[in-house]
């Protein structure tokens, strides 16, 4: 692996690649006509508000939710069969949430599990699927 002569203006390269990757998303989205955007909206049980939230935090603002359920315990066939709407209310969250540092620092961590209740807005939904699953 060779060395890269100038990391800091690879990086620099790298996040305005990912800007424009997120401007074409928005581009994609605003070129859907109102009707169009209310009807994805409600097949996936949320709000256009709410989509347009969630499309406007990139596609993987809400990594953090499954990886935080795997390591509470919740195996893919799990999550699976977590209701569709209740799933994307829980991505809706995570993707907004304002505590992703402490979420990211936990689960690299393997912590996770004892923390995430004191700043997951999810933590009362995985209580009552954790209950439901029991």
Request: proline share 4%.
């Amino acid at each position: 692996m060779t060395a890269q002569p100038y990391p800091r203006v690879t990086a620099l390269i790298d996040q305005f690649g990912a800007l424009l990757k997120r401007w074409h998303e928005r581009s994609e989205m605003n070129e859907l006509d109102a009707g169009e955007f209310n009807r994805i909206a409600s097949e996936m049980g949320l709000s256009s508000a709410d989509l347009e939230s969630v499309v406007r935090q990139g596609k993987h603002a809400a990594d953090e939710l499954p990886m935080l359920l795997r390591a509470l315990g919740f195996d893919d066939a799990a999550i699976a069969r977590i209701e569709r709407p209740v799933l994307n209310d829980m991505q809706r969250t995570c993707a907004n949430c304002q505590h992703k540092p402490a979420c990211q620092q936990d689960l690299v961590a393997g912590v996770a599990e004892k923390h995430y209740e004191s700043y997951c807005a999810n933590a009362d939904t995985i209580g009552a699927l954790t209950k439901a699953a029991q």
